[in-house]
């Protein structure tokens, strides 16, 4: 079931440093955000304190609130495993696990969760996963061969299964096509524009022309200068950041001035 995320004074620090500065974004359920700014502005950091994921980062920490339809993933006694089986994360780099089947890499992290299923039960999740993930067609008929030997679009297909099959409320994705050709970008997108009908999805991008093809809204992140925080500069309907923006250094941005 797709869910809403509401930050509120998110401040992000490594070590002493702060990363990313106060934050407060409302990211809307059964839709599409993308993150765009310059380098080091704090996109991925910002984007891995949505499921925790920077607390596997020594020195790493948050001060401020991350709501899941109201449920804050940071209150004490929340368990950051749960949380990441709530709001999956696939990666820039496709990262099946690469000895495992195709079929196992599926059930990889339903397995982490520990649920037991019968054996049928988990050929249907893994059919639904990988049709889900626009895959399905193409391995039905190697499920038990290796998942590294698919093609890089393929692999990354496949996280993607991997990450739809715990049933999720969110998907983040983090430059989920830098690593990948235009045909197996084009399929990622495709999918992307599916999964928004039953999850959150959140995506960062380098890429302009892909976050004004994929995206309902746009957040622009900037930074003032090296060792500054990044923020959030401006936050609207995609449309808007990129025929439109209010600000300035937005305008810079999307028209390709500056980053
Ligand atoms: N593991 C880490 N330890 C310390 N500092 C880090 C770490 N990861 C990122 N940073 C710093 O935090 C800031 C934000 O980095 P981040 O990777 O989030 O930016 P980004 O906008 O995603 O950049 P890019 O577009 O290049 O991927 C940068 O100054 C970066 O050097």
Redesign the pocket.
């Known amino acids: 079931m797709s869910k809403r995320i509401d930050v509120s004074d998110l401040n992000v620090y ?1 070590g002493d ?1 702060r ?1 990313v500065e106060d934050v407060n974004i409302t990211l809307d359920a059964k839709s599409v955000t993308a993150f765009i ?1 310059p ?7 910002f984007l891995r304190t949505l499921n925790r994921m920077h607390e596997v ?1 020594p020195g ?1 920490r948050v001060e401020g609130k991350v709501l899941l339809d109201g449920d804050n993933l940071y209150a004490d006694g929340v368990d950051p495993v749960t949380v990441r089986s709530q709001i999956g994360m696939v990666f820039q780099r496709p990262n099946p696990f690469p000895t495992m089947s195709i079929r196992d890499n599926v059930l990889a992290g339903v397995k982490l969760n520990s649920r037991r299923m019968p054996r049928s039960d988990a050929d249907d999740l893994v059919e639904k996963s990988l049709r889900g993930a626009n895959l399905w067609n193409e391995v039905k008929d190697r499920l038990e061969k290796p998942g590294s030997g698919l093609s890089g679009g393929q692999q990354q297909r496949l996280c993607i299964a991997r990450a739809i099959a715990v049933s999720p409320d969110v998907i983040l994705m983090d430059e989920p096509c830098s690593a990948l050709d235009p045909i197996s970008t084009l399929a990622i997108e495709d999918l992307i524009n599916e999964l928004k009908d039953e999850y959150t999805v959140v995506i ?1 991008t ?1 890429n302009m022309q892909q976050a004004a093809r994929v995206s309902d809204k746009t957040a622009f ?1 900037n930074i003032a200068g090296t060792g500054k925080p ?1 923020k959030l500069i401006e936050f609207a309907e995609t449309a808007t950041i990129f025929n439109n923006p209010a600000e300035k250094s937005t305008e810079d941005y999307v028209s390709g001035r500056f980053g």
């Open positions: 490594y440093f990363a700014g380098s080091g502005c704090g996109k991925s950091t980062i790493a960062v380098h992140f990044g």
